[in-house]
């Protein structure tokens, strides 16, 4: 038998098992980039990501990332 897992489910399951505490919303939207782009021949999805990252750290920390 084989058993399909949801990619999602299972990262949010690593983040709270491993204890990491990663923000579950920046995991979906990071999760939610690759899953739309990941068909795409000239996919940027890394640079898409790390704005999603440095969006929620100057939402989290003011405009200062240095």
């Known amino acids: ?26 995991i979906k939207e990071c999760y939610q980039v690759q899953k739309d782009h990941q068909y795409d021949k000239n996919r940027d999805t890394v640079s898409k990501m790390k704005a999603i990252v440095e969006e929620r750290v100057v939402e989290q920390q003011g405009s200062n990332l240095i």
Do not use: Y
């Open 1 to 26: 038998m084989t058993h399909k897992s949801d990619p999602l489910a299972v990262l949010l399951r690593l983040n709270s098992e491993l204890g990491k505490n990663i923000d579950e919303t920046l």
